[in-house]
């Protein structure tokens, strides 16, 4: 997965966005089996400026979602998600019926 991983973010670095990171998590150990952050399958970017959010409104973890005012926040045809789906990744931004976690890309779908 790490050249898969590598050939997204060279996709991003290149795009005519030019889309600024400020931070990215990875691996991060989760109680649940099933977590693809505990597996090291799931990224998540510029967590603060890409929440998510419940569909009754309730923010779960980062602040905010603005893209188009925000710059660290990405649009769903951005290069970001190009990069990530490009490659087979699953977007949190329209991947559940439940919720909306427009910072986390996933490998397996989760």
Excluded: C, Q
């Amino acid at each position: 997965i790490a050249d898969t991983v590598k050939s997204i973010f060279k996709d991003i670095y290149e795009g005519p966005e030019k889309f600024p990171i400020k931070d990215v998590g990875g691996y991060s150990w989760r109680p649940s089996p099933t977590s693809e952050h505990r597996w090291g399958l799931a990224i998540d970017i510029n967590a603060t400026e890409n929440y998510m959010i419940r569909k009754d409104g309730t923010v779960v973890a980062g602040s905010f979602w603005l893209p188009g005012d925000n710059p660290y926040s990405m649009r769903p045809d951005g290069d970001v998600v190009r990069a990530f789906k490009k490659h087979g990744f699953t977007w949190g931004g329209d991947a559940w019926p439940m919720s909306n976690d427009y910072m986390h890309f996933s490998f397996l779908g989760e």
